[in-house]
């Protein structure tokens, strides 16, 4: 039940800019994207770490689906980034040297790789108490976030 909960709640989010965009209230689609998908991953960010510590809301959300949420929506924040700069590598390495929000952004971005690569039940199985440490990581992206 919790998955479906999770499931329709990223459904609406993710059906709420396409109305948007197609709305006179938006006057750069490609910025109000950006934004979207970023405070939206925050959020979800948020989200997984209230779960964690209100167990009331683990019966209601599951956290590795939001995590996981969490995650496309950083992922459609960068490709929408990229999009907007016609993914000119030497610009977006430019950038990403010399504004400061956007090398931490990266970092954070690198930084969840290992978890949604190890968010199954194998890596857990293999990886045993290794497992639990490097999901701690979770605490610094946030940070960074």
Not at 134 to 141: N, T, V
Request: glycine residues 2%.
């Amino acid at each position: 039940m919790n998955r479906i909960i999770t499931f329709s709640l990223f459904s609406v989010s993710l059906i709420a800019p396409i109305i948007f965009l197609y709305s006179s209230f938006v006057v750069s689609p490609l910025e109000y994207l950006i934004h979207y998908t970023g405070h939206s991953a925050l959020v979800a960010l948020a989200l997984v770490l209230l779960c964690s510590r209100l167990s009331m809301l683990n019966k209601y959300f599951d956290r590795k689906y939001i995590g996981l949420i969490a995650f496309i929506f950083i992922s459609i924040h960068v490709l929408v980034y990229f999009y907007e700069l016609d993914f000119d590598i030497k610009y977006l390495i430019l950038e990403a040297t010399s504004l400061l929000y956007l090398t931490i952004g990266y970092i954070a971005y690198i930084l969840f790789l290992p978890l949604v690569f190890t968010s199954n039940e194998a890596s857990k199985i293999y990886l045993k108490s290794y497992w639990f440490l490097l999901h701690k990581l979770i605490y610094i992206i946030i940070i960074l976030s």
